[in-house]
């Protein structure tokens, strides 16, 4: 409190000192602009400055060199974020620091990637786009928010809104899927649910928009390679989501690791000058990603840190994550003329902006309150939103002879397959603070929702073997077929046979890109040794990228994809295997049929050569057809949906004038469900080629069985719009194509004529 005072009354004094006139500013620029004004130059340059905790804030300081020059960096104020530094007794010895002994007392950020969850573990990213559901994304981000902040946490490293076409690259489970207009609106509400109506409420954090930009577009679809896309991709793919998310108010924006047009995306002046805080008029600021800009030596773009220094707050990188660069340097580069302190100056009040919003200049402690992080965190309200967040984000790929939901009266079921009892995995991986072997398992989920059914129990194989753990590279069991007898022994045994099979969640997650994106170890062999036996198999898939399971797609009656369903997931599975909620998800991302589609996505160019013209010179595989194996907006339920017949108002549309298009839906089957109707366009003759589809609109519509509604779309000039490789936003006049449906290829068509 005596340092609160202080702080309150050194601002006092910047405000009688200010000579600009204050009744131009607010008073949030007022503030800062005092503050800054009896900043020195290393005190800005301690602004951009971000480090990990190197040891347990609640103890004192490690004796080694390193720990104690950060302790000293703190105490001087030459630090202005810290990430890695959670809970609420910790963050606040940390701020003491800082706060009591810096002379301007200016608070830390404390920052962490709180990616799908704090503790309450949510589906993975991936799943929850499943849902189409804007307000479900926003509600999970909201429960991830609260339990961070009441963690002592003010900022959290998502949404990652990169666009991902290619199932090898293992960050794909941050994302939202392969399509830019989806992945916009629901950045969108991950946003507005980390960061809530106001900052300065203390259940609120602020978001950040990655990685800026291209990263999903890495080559191979290896982590960190090198991205090359031409600038009409980079407009029409990759950026919008992060318009959308900038438009929105998101408090900051990360960097990515990658060269994107021969520079390093951290020192990619067009991006970060000219587009984010130029074109797009953003006022937050942008945090490079984990050394990152000392890697700008090793991409072979600087001679060294000092060079690669100058060249990201140029390029308009305003705090440095973990390089160092920035505080060791910056103010030489300016003495020696190589960078203008008014960067400094604009990087600092951006910061400063966010600490100000958050409302840390008011009460620098005001999320270290251990009595609400006891009351907040992994609590049963929290725990029973995981699992409604878990009903929505799964996606029913096949019911042949409506196996599925399963009768409750059913006297006997086989639980088999590596993933079965884990407890573990269905945390996912980027797990934040999780307790390890939290998760309700499948094994639980059903034990618990079928108390007078016998339940035959057997894992049937192990999928990896030895350290498991974040930081470990994978071990998997082949050719081990020892628990095969018990498992067929409890197959033949029972009336129905659940097989928990996918993925281990540390297969996916950043540095997890795989070659291989078949079923690991030896599950296609279990899988094959219980269908000998007994045919009436649903397949549970965990996983956390899309899977190239032909064989196994072909075989089963049923399968049901959960990915990593977080904290409730056996409970929430159960939920749906049993027909306590009709699964309405659909795929966002495409599944393949073998690794070698990829990357494949919907929204592909015609080509030149799109079909046969009996010959083998066409676009095609000579081993594969082109398709994928499940679509994009892709997803089943249990019950039936039958659309009418789509109308248009007007089959011409004037430029900055509407039109609505109309369709009936209705619940032709036996169960309440949920469906989500697309709409997409095609401008099949533009001045640059264009998709064969655009995803445009969606409704997720709730139906009763024998209920029917109309859907109404009202469709925008600008909506079928796009940008030249310059960016420049074109709307030309011509024919367009009208595609809805329930994915992206079963769908209707209408067209409409634009007029100039």
């Known amino acids: ?22 009744s131009t500013l607010s008073k949030e620029d007022e503030f800062v602009s005092d503050l800054l004004g009896k900043m020195t130059l290393t005190e800005k340059i301690g602004q951009l400055n971000q480090h990990t905790s190197h040891w347990e804030m609640t103890g004192p300081a490690p004796k080694n060199n390193e720990s104690q020059y950060r302790l000293e960096q703190i105490k001087n ?3 202005g974020s810290m990430l890695n ?39 993975i990213p991936l799943a929850e786009a499943s849902s189409w559901d804007p307000e479900i994304v926003k509600l999970s981000a909201q429960v991830a928010a609260k339990e961070a902040s009441a963690a002592g946490l003010h900022w959290t490293f998502a949404p990652m809104m990169d666009v991902g076409r290619d199932a090898r690259w293992g960050r794909v489970m941050e994302g939202c899927g392969e399509d830019p207009y989806l992945a ?33 577009f890495s080559e191979a679809g290896r982590d960190y390679n090198t991205v090359d896309i031409g600038s009409y991709t980079l407009h029409n793919i990759v950026l919008p989501p992060f318009k959308a998310v900038a438009e929105a108010g998101v408090a900051t924006f990360m960097n990515s690791f990658n060269i994107i047009n021969g520079r390093p995306a951290t020192a990619n002046p067009y991006l970060q000058r000219e587009l984010l805080k130029g074109k797009w008029n953003y006022e937050g600021f942008v945090v490079s990603d984990w050394g990152s800009i000392e890697e700008i030596e090793i991409h072979g773009a600087a001679h060294d840190l000092k060079e690669a220094s100058s060249l990201s707050i140029n390029a308009g990188s305003d705090m440095d994550m973990e390089s160092n660069g920035y505080i060791q340097y910056l103010k030489e580069l300016v003495e020696e003329g190589k960078v203008d302190e008014k960067l400094i100056d604009d990087a600092t009040k951006r910061i400063l902006k966010i600490k100000y919003q958050l409302g840390l200049f008011d009460d620098p402690y005001q999320y270290a309150n251990q009595e609400r992080e006891q009351k907040e965190i992994y609590t049963k309200e929290n725990r029973e939103i995981a699992r ?23 006297k006997s079921i086989a639980i088999i397959g590596p993933l079965a009892d884990s407890k573990d995995i269905p945390l996912g ?22 108390p007078q059914t016998k339940i035959n129990y057997a894992k049937g194989c192990n999928l990896t073997s030895g350290d498991r753990s974040f930081q470990a590279e994978l071990s998997f069991n082949e050719n081990d077929q020892s628990d095969f007898p018990e498992a067929i022994k409890v197959a033949k045994q029972s009336e129905v046979v659940i097989m928990a099979i996918g993925e281990d969640c540390f297969q996916t997650g950043e540095g997890r890109s795989q070659t291989d994106i078949t079923l690991k170890g030896e599950q296609m062999e279990l899988f094959k040794a219980i269908y000998q036996v007994n045919k009436n198999i649903v397949v549970v898939l965990m996983n956390g990228r899309p899977l190239a399971i032909p064989e196994l797609s072909n075989m089963a009656p049923a399968i049901l994809e959960t990915w990593f369903a977080g904290s409730e997931a056996g409970n929430a599975i159960a939920d749906i295997l049993l027909g306590d909620y009709n699964p309405s998800g659909k795929l966002t991302i495409s599944f393949p049929k073998s690794v070698g589609q990829c990357p494949i996505y919907y929204n592909h160019m015609n ?22 194996l499940y679509p994009f907006g892709y997803g089943l339920s249990y019950t039936t949906f039958s659309y009418g017949k789509a109308t248009i108002n007007s089959n011409e549309l004037k430029k900055n004038e509407s039109i609505e298009v109309k369709l009936s839906l209705s619940n032709t089957g036996s169960y309440e469900g949920e469906e989500i109707v697309q709409l997409y366009i095609q401008d099949p003759k533009a001045k640059y080629a264009r998709p064969v589809k655009e995803l445009k609109a969606f409704q997720k519509i709730k139906l009763k069985p024998g209920e029917n509604t109309e859907v109404s779309f009202l469709l925008k000039s600008e909506d079928l719009g796009y940008y030249s490789p310059e960016g420049e936003f074109l709307i030309e006049s011509g024919e367009y194509h009208i595609y809805i449906g329930e994915n992206s290829q079963n769908v209707q068509q209408i067209n409409i004529s634009l007029l100039e």
Not at 429 to 450: P, Q
């Open 77 to 79: 104020g030459d630090v």
């Open 1 to 22: 409190m005596i340092r609160k005072i202080k702080l309150i009354t050194i601002s006092l004094l910047l405000l009688s000192s200010c000579n600009q006139d204050s």
């Open 429 to 450: 991986s980027w797990r934040a603070k999780a307790i390890k072997n939290s998760a309700v398992s499948l094994l639980e989920g059903l034990t618990n929702a079928l």
């Open 85 to 123: 530094v959670t809970g609420a007794e910790a963050t606040r010895k940390t701020q003491q620091l800082a706060v009591e002994n810096s002379r301007l007392g200016i608070p830390l950020l404390f920052a962490y990637d709180v990616i799908h969850g704090y503790q309450t573990m949510f589906p």
């Open 388 to 410: 409604k967040v878990a009903h929505h984000s799964m996606v029913l790929l096949k019911n042949e002879g409506q196996l599925l939901p399963l009768s409750k009266s059913l």
């Open 607 to 628: 080509t030149g050569r799109p079909t046969s013209t009996n010959n083998v010179f066409w676009s095609h595989y000579t081993d594969s057809p082109n398709t994928p």
């Open 184 to 216: 916009s609106v629901l950045s969108v509400a991950r946003v507005e649910g980390f960061q809530g109506d106001n900052l300065s409420n203390t259940n609120t954090i602020a978001a950040c928009a990655k990685h800026f930009a291209g990263y999903a």
